[in-house]
Every structure is written in C-alpha cells, then in structure tokens.
C-alpha cells in the first residue's frame, strides 16, 4: 500500500495562515505525491478552533512543543492572550487524523509554533528564529510519525524509497 503523508494545509496554498494567505511550495516531488492521492492535508491551528486570519502566536522563550505538551509551557498571540488550550487541541487532533489516515510521515512548515520541525520564533514577538520544534510536530512524534520540514523533501523521499524496500 502506498504511504500516506499527512501535510500543511497552507503548503499546498490554502489560506489557513494567520495572514490569511497560503504558501506556494513549487515541488516536483510534492506534485507527484499529489497526484497519487497520497497528502492529507490538515490546518491544526484550524482544527483548534482558530479564526483565519488571527494575531500571530509563538512558543514562550526557550521553551518548545514538547514543552507545552509536558510542562505546561505556553503559547501566547500577539496580544497577550494565552492561546495554549488551542494549540494542543489541534495538535491532538492532528495526531488522530494522521493515526486514522494511516500516515507515518508527516511534512509541516517549518518557523510555525504549531508546525515547526527546525526552527521555531523566539517567543518575544520580535521577528527572530530559534531551534526548537512546534506543538503539532512534538504531538506527532510522540505518536511514532517522522515529521520533514518542507525543505527536507528529498530526506523524505528517500525515506519512503528505504522504508518501501524495507517492507
Ligand atoms: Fe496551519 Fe500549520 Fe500552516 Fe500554521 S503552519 S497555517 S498551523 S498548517
């Protein structure tokens, strides 16, 4: 059976971003895994329950997804407000979509406090990047799935061609 991936929404230019704006992800790869019906694409900011657009948010300084899923580490807008609650309900649900679609890989966008895998904003508001991983990405690896950031698309593939002569 063929891999299923499950995807950012906003990768595959759907205005989900808190911009209300999509991206535009020019891949040959990614057209390919297309057109075999293998992406499942999903917001989880979204499914959490948040309006599009919406105040941009970011993980509090030196902390990371799995902080928040933890150690009760917080996500916080622009504004102030703690919008925690959301984040990790849309990350469970992203988990439960890619368990129920049967994904194991997963390619998310990278910087964002939900579906960073690299790199993640400093939690200040003040426009620099740090390592660190978002909600959704920590959520999905715990649940055993391989999450790629969208520059990381050949890494994928030969992962799926390893995992396809493993089986
Ligand atoms: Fe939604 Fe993730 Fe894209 Fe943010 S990065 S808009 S949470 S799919």
Do not use: D, W
């Given at each position: 059976m063929s891999q299923k991936i499950l995807?950012?929404?906003?990768?595959?230019?759907?205005?989900?971003?808190?911009?209300?704006?999509?991206?535009?992800?020019e891949s040959q790869l990614l057209d390919l895994w297309k057109e075999k019906g293998l992406l499942v694409p999903i917001c989880p900011e979204v499914e959490g329950g948040f309006p599009t657009p919406r105040p941009p948010a970011e993980i509090e300084p030196n902390m990371a997804g799995t902080d928040v899923l933890d150690h009760g580490a917080r996500v916080k807008d622009v504004t102030g407000a703690d919008v925690t609650d959301g984040f990790v309900a849309g990350a469970r649900i992203a988990v439960r979509a890619a368990l129920d679609a049967g994904c194991r890989f997963a390619i998310l966008t990278d910087g964002s406090p939900s579906c960073g895998s690299v790199r993640i904003y400093s939690g200040r508001h003040d426009?620099?990047?740090?390592?660190?991983?978002?909600?959704?990405?920590?959520?999905?690896?715990?649940?055993?799935?391989?999450?790629?950031?969208?520059?990381?698309?050949?890494?994928?593939?030969?992962?799926?061609?390893?995992?396809?002569?493993?089986?």
């Open positions: 995807i950012s929404a906003c990768l595959l230019g759907q205005p989900v971003r808190y911009n209300g704006r999509g991206l535009s992800l426009g620099e990047k740090r390592e660190g991983i978002g909600v959704v990405t920590a959520a999905l690896r715990q649940a055993g799935i391989e999450v790629f950031a969208q520059h990381q698309l050949k890494e994928l593939a030969l992962r799926l061609e390893h995992r396809a002569i493993m089986l």
